[in-house]
């Protein structure tokens, strides 16, 4: 008698024409901890999935009406939520295995059905349905968060960042932003300038990289100029400041702008006034002055390197982004969101091991280091979903811990796969019969492993030179 385990949510339907059949795995599948229902034709099926949640149909593919293929492809229209389908048979073959594959079965079994294999292959099918369960989730959080400018995170630490800047955003006071490079400084800007009013989408949003200013073009950048201001100036140009009236113009790495240009962002920021280069006359400030940093401008006042003055007029309100290690419960929807983002539909998630694997990572980079990880593993994915294997060599886990333990058994896995394939001589039925899976699942580990084309390359050698 199978060991009874308990299985809070998940439900299973077996579908079958052949009332004893349908009896044998539905009491199997309940002794196993499932809660479970049989009926006995395509169409009750359809019936009961539209009337109550079901996870996995168990279903028969010989049947009166409509048969166990047209059932997978019905079930397989319905939305996202869709249950998990395993069919079986007492007519198996490789081509059989195949095309159910092809059409979306999680797996195919084969009749008589031993009471060991069929717990196995629900409780693999459990398995999937957590994980669809995980990223529909994910997926309805990151439509939630949407709204809130991508900065993507329910962690404790983004909730204070988002009540922060809700407080500050309908205020006209500088802000200062700090935070690790990589940590999403320039989002908390925009968010603050969208929040600001119902108008502040189309108010001008102004970004400046200090640290790509040069004294020299500084304050001509900034303030703009006039004719004659200097050689080759034939017109007015309007500078920054100007372009940003009514909006928001963004310091980006305010530690690193010239100390002369300090001296007159000072002016700006107290008198609310700026003269363009070469112009005798003051014009006016209207926007509003965000600034980020990811230095500790108290050292590089220390240092005379940045004026105590001007740090004590931007430091009004300060929002510190906390870097992606001291919110790692924030990782993987941040990967979710990464997924929609780089994968153009071809991959749908990443598996629970490798968002836990990415969790325990420090991210010295921050999310754009986890945003570069998560694009050159989608270009690295051969299947639909993340694996531990499309995880980058400068991610790699060293050679101790769970991480590690966890790429070592994929390692396992796959030496067993080989082996199995040499020994059976090419022969997938035989070698998935070996390692006790069915033929379905070994064709879509083979492929996963990356050795299915090796092996059916050295069948077709063999079979040549056998020639």
């Known amino acids: 008698m199978l060991k009874r385990t308990a299985h809070m949510g998940i439900s299973v339907l077996v579908v079958d024409d052949d009332r004893a059949v349908a009896e044998y795995c539905r009491l199997t599948i309940a002794e196993a901890g499932y809660t479970v229902s049989a009926v006995y034709s395509g169409a009750e099926a359809l019936e009961v999935i539209e009337r109550q949640e ?24 319905l939305a996202d939520n869709a249950p998990t389908v395993i069919l079986m048979t007492g007519y198996a073959s ?53 709204a809130d400018h991508g900065m993507w995170g329910t962690s404790r630490a983004m909730l204070a960042v988002r009540e922060q800047i809700l407080r500050v955003a309908g205020r006209t006071q500088p802000v200062l932003i700090t935070g690790e490079t990589g940590t999403g400084k320039e989002l908390v800007a925009r968010a603050i300038h969208e929040h600001q009013d119902s108008n502040a989408t189309r108010r001008p949003f102004i970004t400046v990289d200090c640290g790509a200013l040069s004294e020299s073009i500084a304050e001509s950048e900034l303030f703009g100029d006039v004719r004659g201001a200097y050689t080759g100036a034939v017109g007015e140009r309007r500078g920054l400041l100007e372009s940003s009236a009514g909006g928001t113009l963004f310091l ?29 006359t003051a014009r006016r400030f209207t926007g509003r002055v965000v600034a ?83 694009i050159r593993m989608l270009a690295h994915c051969q299947g639909r979903v993340l694996e531990a294997k499309d ?27 080989v082996a199995a394939m040499e020994q059976a001589q090419g022969n997938i039925s035989a070698a998935a019969r070996q390692l006790g899976i069915s033929t379905a699942t070994m ?4 492929a996963a492993c990356g050795v299915a084309t090796t092996q059916r390359r050295s069948r077709s050698a063999a079979a040549a030179g056998g020639a």
Not at 54 to 77: N, Q, T
Not at 393 to 417: D, S, T
Not at 443 to 446: A, F, P
Request: contains cysteine; neutral net charge.
């Open 292 to 374: 980020a940093t990811n230095r500790d401008l108290t050292a590089k006042n220390a240092a005379n390197e940045f004026r105590p003055d001007l740090y004590y007029r931007l430091n009004v309100h300060t929002i510190h982004v906390p870097p992606l290690r001291t919110r790692s419960s924030d990782v993987p929807l941040l990967v979710r969101h990464f997924i929609q983002k780089h994968g153009e539909g071809r991959v749908l998630a990443a598996a629970p091991e490798v968002n836990d694997f990415l969790c325990s990572l420090e991210w010295p980079g921050n999310v754009r280091e986890l945003e570069n990880c998560i």
């Open 391 to 417: 995880i980058p060599a400068a991610q790699q886990p060293p050679a101790a811990g769970p991480a590690a333990e966890y790429l070592g058994l994929r390692e396992a896995e796959r030496a067993a796969i």
């Open 54 to 77: 079901i996870d996995v149909v168990l279903s028969d593919v010989r049947m009166p009406g409509m048969d166990g293929v047209r059932l997978l492809r019905e079930i397989s229209a």
């Open 94 to 146: 490789i081509a059989s295995a195949v095309e159910a594959v092809k059409l979306g079965a999680h797996e195919y079994i084969e009749k008589p059905v031993q009471p060991q294999r069929l717990e196995n292959t629900i409780r693999r099918a459990a398995e999937l349905r957590e994980v669809r369960a995980r990223n529909l989730l994910l997926r309805f959080q990151l439509e939630a968060a949407d």
């Open 443 to 446: 064709y879509r580990k083979l």
């Open 252 to 280: 980006d790495e305010i530690g690193e702008l010239p100390p002369a240009i300090q001296v007159k962002l000072l002016r700006v920021l107290q008198d609310r006034d700026f003269r363009p280069l070469g112009s005798d």
